[in-house]
């Protein structure tokens, strides 16, 4: 299974952008890069997701390199209520797999 | 609706127990997720079913025992489980369409599993 790297832990200002990286070389040809988060005692919940191409909507931007071996997520302007775990994800084109990688817990300052 | 409920929301059980975790969806995902998560760590995958069928297991020890019965409902049978066992199981589903995983999960919150 391919695997992601991220930072363990960022932090931002509120009101300010934030762009958190996420390193998956050994991503194959058909999987999909998804990201979510987790705030404390929830589940998991869907942020982004995408395969070659840059996307968009309400939440973040996914921004996904050329070769496609890394990819960041843009969050436009930091509110408090984004403080969370953000988990990039390969989701298996071949065997519908989505596997956490270990995460970037996101501070965000007032 | 958008939702995937989980009940128990909380279980505390002995090891000899034996007790049942349950996941249910009516959004018409056909394919249904189970996750284990330890404190401060991800979630790691340990079952999908896809279809009602199972399609992927992690290697996961025999006293965990997932069943399908119906395309809504998922459930996750416990039996004589170890402390290292608690942990917080999380159920997620997908749609299934022609490309598999250009789908988002839905995740319940979680049933928060302690084995005395």
Known sequence: DAKTTQPNSMESNEEEPVH???NHSTISGTDYIHWYRQLPSQGPEYVIHGLTSNVNNRMASLAIAEDRKSS????HRATL?????YYCILASGNTGKLIFGQGTTLQVKP | DTEVTQTPKHLVMGMTNKKSLKCEQHM??????WYKQKAKKPPELMFV???EK????ESVPSRFSPECPNSSLLNLHLHALQ?????LYLCASRAIKRHATNEKLFFGSG???SVL
């Open chain 2, 54 to 57: 199972l399609s992927i297991n």
């Open chain 2, 28 to 33: 018409g995902h056909r394919a249904m997720y």
């Open chain 1, 72 to 75: 960041t997520l843009i969050l």
């Open chain 2, 49 to 51: 079913y896809s279809y």
């Open chain 1, 20 to 22: 958190l990286p996420c």
């Open chain 2, 111 to 113: 049933t928060q599993l």
């Open chain 2, 83 to 87: 402390p290292e066992d608690s942990a």
């Open chain 1, 81 to 85: 209520r984004d403080a969370a775990v």
